[in-house]
């Protein structure tokens, strides 16, 4: 059965680094997301992505944040210089094109910003 | 704006008892789309099943079951005969598609613990 994977699996970087989370998501699928899980917190929206371009973002998407396609199969998210607060859990998912359909999403990965 | 409250934030049950997870939302979209997700320990999402809202049909799935009241704007969910490996963090979630809008916005999640 297909699936989102990302890479790593675990992510420990200093404050101040710039650090990419990777991601393949499910071959015939047309949107990408990132969401984030702080710790023991509810999941929360991050950005979406289609046709090569950001087609919403949330409040906590600010300039440190930015996303690329950089393939035909890899979805990445780049934080440039990485606070305290943004250790947590990454998750990346896809999703067929109409709004009714599943967001499927990767295993996750963990940042830890020390 | 959408919002979606698990009032529930900690169940604890023994093996084979049932248990149902409370989801309300808020939205003021006529369409829109409903979500369960379950987070087990090892920290994926996992996803459950999709309701539609011109859907009401509540359905059943082996041991899980759904029911989805529009009049109440309540999605709830059932675990009949309870199993440990059901215990997990569950989500619900909601779609509602205004625009181009395709986020999902989640509830603060319900952990569940069966007991052996």
């Known amino acids: 059965e297909p699936e989102v994977t990302q890479t790593p699996s675990h992510q420990v970087t200093q404050m101040g680094q710039e650090v990419i989370l990777r991601c393949v998501p499910i071959?015939?699928?047309?949107?990408f997301y990132w969401y984030r899980q702080i710790l023991g917190q509810k999941v929360e929206f991050l950005v979406s992505?289609?046709?090569?371009?950001?087609?919403?973002k949330s409040e906590i998407f600010d300039d440190q944040f930015s996303v690329e396609r950089p393939d035909g199969s890899n979805f990445t998210l780049k934080i440039r210089s990485t606070k305290l607060e943004d250790s947590a859990m990454y998750f990346c998912?896809?999703?067929?094109?109409?709004?009714?359909?599943?967001?499927?999403f990767g295993p996750g990965t963990r940042l830890t910003v020390t | 704006a959408q919002k979606v409250t698990q009032a529930q934030t900690e169940i604890s049950v023994v093996e084979k008892e049932d248990v149902t997870l409370d989801c309300v939302y808020e939205?003021?979209?006529?369409?829109?789309?409903l979500f369960w997700y379950k987070q087990p320990p090892s920290g994926e999402l996992v996803f459950l099943i999709r309701?539609?809202?011109?859907?009401?049909q509540n359905e059943i799935s082996g041991r899980y079951s759904w029911n989805f009241q529009k009049s109440t704007s309540s999605f709830n969910f059932t675990i009949t005969a309870s199993q440990v490996v059901d215990s997990a963090v569950y989500f619900c979630?909601?779609?509602?598609?205004?625009?181009?809008?395709?986020?999902?916005?989640f509830g603060s999640g319900t952990q569940l613990t069966v007991l052996p």
């Open positions: 992505f289609y046709n090569n371009e950001i087609s919403e």
């Open positions: 071959s015939n699928h047309l949107y």
């Open positions: 998912a896809s999703s067929e094109a109409t709004p009714r359909y599943e967001q499927y």
């Open positions: 939205t003021r979209d006529t369409t829109y789309y």
């Open positions: 979630a909601l779609r509602a598609p205004s625009g181009s809008a395709r986020q999902l916005t």
């Open positions: 309701r539609n809202s011109f859907d009401e």
